[in-house]
């Protein structure tokens, strides 16, 4: 092939152009059947690098890429700061890649195999198990190293860094049971995020071992949708305590609330489980489960440094610690 470009060896090879690179000046560090894989398409496109594209392929900056549904959720603009300074560090380049429910998945993945990025880290939450799993597809296939950053996904051994949810919302719960609270609500979301499910779960276990009904009800994380919803919900239910898988859904909780006549804590008890801006902003201040998000960006940014410098990497599943911080939502 004429002209054929370093460029065009990673697009058919489906692999980064730092990969190339490493195969033409280090190949001792790129596993046997990628290094195989490359110097086959080198030979079949006729590519010939010569000592300034060698160079220009060395000096080839760090890219990583990120995708994410929603980057104006409090939670993840904390992640995202997290990330960034790592990167910073290390003075990588970051592209940022918009995967919400209504992006065509595929084509996404396409788009971030073609920018050529060393390593994803992937932030989005509400893909179901086949989407993932089509999604991970893509990305193995390219053999770029990925990272879940804040993201569950139990069907494959993937790397990822969070909290353990199920228990943490197990903790809060029992927390909720041993004050004396019967009727204790989760609030979750109509639309479907695997985190959630998680919290759903560790809910529902203590529910069940205090031989109480677990009680969910969805919403949505429009507030004008909310405050409808919760105008209606408090009309109907006797509530003692609500959980909210958002601290924004807590806050617009207490709102409606306090103008229906409801004092919190003493008439109604509320958690948040994220621990965001909105808890101290919030009045009164509300008790949440300390997610660490900005740890869990810092921290999933230097875990996919380690896979792609090579790194040996022996925890891949990555927990970080998470507290419960108590104000005057309980007390």
Request: aromatic share 6%; hydrophobic share 40%.
């Given at each position: 092939?004429?002209?054929?470009?370093?460029?065009?060896?990673a697009?058919?090879?489906?692999?980064?152009?730092?990969?190339?690179?490493?195969?033409?000046?280090?190949?001792?560090?790129?596993?046997?059947?990628?290094?195989?894989?490359?110097?086959?398409v080198?030979?079949d496109?006729?590519?010939?690098?010569?000592?300034?594209?060698r160079?220009?392929?060395?000096r080839?900056?760090?890219?990583?890429?990120?995708?994410?549904?929603?980057?104006?959720?409090?939670?993840g603009?904390?992640?995202?700061?997290?990330?960034?300074?790592?990167?910073?560090?290390?003075?990588?380049?970051?592209?940022?890649?918009?995967?919400?429910?209504d992006?065509?998945?595929?084509?996404?993945?396409?788009?971030?195999?073609?920018?050529?990025?060393?390593?994803?880290?992937?932030?989005?939450?509400?893909?179901?198990?086949?989407e993932?799993?089509?999604?991970?597809?893509?990305?193995?296939d390219?053999?770029?190293?990925?990272?879940?950053?804040?993201?569950?996904?139990?069907?494959?051994?993937?790397?990822?860094?969070?909290?353990?949810?199920?228990?943490?919302?197990?903790?809060?719960?029992?927390?909720?049971?041993?004050?004396?609270?019967?009727?204790?609500?989760?609030?979750?979301?109509?639309?479907?995020?695997?985190?959630?499910?998680?919290?759903?779960?560790?809910?529902?276990?203590?529910?069940?071992?205090?031989?109480?009904?677990?009680?969910?009800?969805?919403?949505?994380?429009?507030?004008?949708?909310?405050?409808?919803?919760?105008q209606e919900?408090?009309?109907?239910?006797?509530?003692?305590?609500?959980?909210?898988?958002?601290?924004?859904?807590?806050?617009?909780?207490?709102?409606?609330?306090?103008?229906q006549?409801?004092k919190?804590?003493?008439?109604?008890?509320?958690?948040?489980?994220?621990?965001?801006?909105y808890?101290?902003?919030?009045?009164?201040?509300?008790?949440?489960?300390?997610?660490?998000?900005?740890?869990?960006?810092?921290?999933?940014?230097?875990?996919?440094?380690?896979?792609?410098t090579?790194?040996?990497?022996?925890?891949?599943?990555?927990?970080l610690?998470?507290?419960?911080?108590?104000?005057?939502?309980?007390?």
């Amino acid at each position: 092939m004429a002209n054929t470009t370093i460029y065009d060896v990673a697009g058919a090879a489906k692999v980064s152009l730092a990969t190339v690179s490493r195969v033409m000046n280090n190949p001792e560090k790129v596993n046997p059947e990628t290094r195989e894989k490359v110097l086959k398409v080198i030979k079949d496109l006729g590519y010939r690098p010569n000592a300034i594209a060698r160079g220009l392929a060395s000096r080839k900056s760090t890219t990583v890429g990120i995708i994410m549904s929603d980057v104006s959720r409090a939670a993840g603009a904390q992640l995202l700061g997290g990330i960034l300074d790592v990167a910073k560090k290390y003075e990588y380049a970051v592209k940022l890649f918009e995967m919400d429910e209504d992006s065509d998945k595929k084509e996404v993945m396409r788009q971030v195999v073609a920018e050529q990025v060393d390593g994803i880290l992937f932030l989005n939450d509400e893909l179901d198990p086949n989407e993932m799993g089509m999604v991970l597809n893509h990305i193995s296939d390219a053999q770029i190293p990925v990272v879940l950053c804040n993201a569950c996904y139990d069907e494959k051994d993937i790397p990822s860094v969070a909290i353990d949810y199920e228990e943490a919302t197990y903790d809060i719960t029992k927390e909720l049971l041993q004050s004396g609270k019967k009727k204790i609500y989760l609030a979750s979301t109509v639309h479907k995020y695997a985190i959630n499910y998680k919290k759903i779960a560790g809910y529902t276990k203590a529910m069940k071992e205090a031989g109480l009904e677990p009680l969910v009800f969805r919403t949505s994380g429009d507030v004008s949708i909310n405050t409808l919803h919760f105008q209606e919900f408090l009309k109907n239910n006797k509530v003692e305590a609500i959980i909210a898988v958002r601290d924004s859904i807590a806050v617009n909780f207490i709102n409606v609330a306090f103008k229906q006549g409801f004092k919190v804590p003493d008439d109604i008890v509320v958690v948040g489980l994220q621990n965001t801006k909105y808890a101290l902003l919030s009045r009164p201040t509300l008790t949440c489960v300390d997610t660490p998000v900005y740890d869990i960006g810092a921290v999933s940014m230097r875990l996919l440094t380690k896979f792609m410098t090579h790194e040996d990497v022996t925890d891949t599943k990555v927990l970080l610690p998470y507290k419960i911080v108590e104000r005057e939502s309980t007390k």
